[in-house]
């Protein structure tokens, strides 16, 4: 059974608009949730992350917001640019209480944005 | 720093033929990682190292060996290679386990015939 479902599999948006990729969670015990970005015939590269004790965390055009009654999280990229065409991995861990749980990916969404 | 390497990049195997994927990091990271993508999935941990010496089964073991040679290299071995290992493998590193950030290597895409 699927712990952390990202349930698009691809979003097609225009430059300059907000991309909004959602992911939810069904383990309760998930307490740091982390966005990757991955680009064809590379390795994913981190870019947020966000733990249980927060619910928004910013860094520059990138926001991740946690709305733990709902388990679920979105990453908001305003503006968007065709550089940020990509799949984006959501995954969650239950490491930030100091267990040492493995990282639990989603299946990714392709983000596409054109210019 | 190169971080994160993999060889080879490629490959192709025959079904029963054995083969290693080596990878090897210079970010004096404690922890590795295998993990493998398959078309419409996410990525599936195969075996983690948490410091030099220790090894553990992650999600996908089965069909896998893996070696923490010394602190800066990780191996994955595939004894009799299956079809069902054709796959997309990765590694990856980071200072520890839990929460600390994962950086991956290029990733080597192997098919099984």
């Known amino acids: 059974d699927q712990q952390v479902k990202q349930n698009s599999p691809s979003l097609s948006v225009q430059e300059g608009r907000i991309s909004i990729l959602n992911c939810d969670y069904t383990?309760?015990?998930?307490?740091?949730f982390l966005w990757y970005k991955k680009y064809p015939a590379e390795g994913p590269t981190f870019l947020i992350s966000i733990s249980s004790i927060k619910d928004k965390n910013e860094d520059g055009r990138f926001t991740v917001f946690l709305n733990k009654s709902a388990k679920h999280l979105s990453l908001h990229i305003v503006p968007s640019q065709p550089g940020d065409s990509a799949v984006y991995f959501c995954a969650a861990t239950e490491g930030y209480g100091g267990s040492q749980g493995n990282l639990i990916f989603g299946k990714g969404t392709k983000l596409s944005v054109k210019p | 720093n190169a971080g994160v390497t993999q060889t080879p990049k490629f490959q192709v195997l025959k079904t029963g033929q054995s083969m290693t994927l080596q990878c090897a990091q210079d970010?004096?990271?404690?922890?590795m990682y295998w993990y493998r993508q398959d078309p419409g999935m996410g990525l599936r941990l195969i075996y983690y190292?948490?410091?030099?010496?220790?090894?553990d089964k992650g999600e996908v073991p089965n069909g896998y060996n893996v070696s923490r040679l010394n602190k800066r290299e990780f191996s994955l071995r595939l004894e009799s290679a299956a079809p069902s290992q054709t796959s997309v493998y990765f590694c990856a590193s980071s200072e520890g386990l839990g929460i600390d950030t994962q950086y991956f290597g290029p990733g080597t895409r192997l098919t099984v015939l």
């Open positions: 383990n309760s015990m998930f307490d740091y």
């Open positions: 190292s948490a410091s030099e010496g220790t090894t």
């Open positions: 970010m004096n990271h404690n922890s």
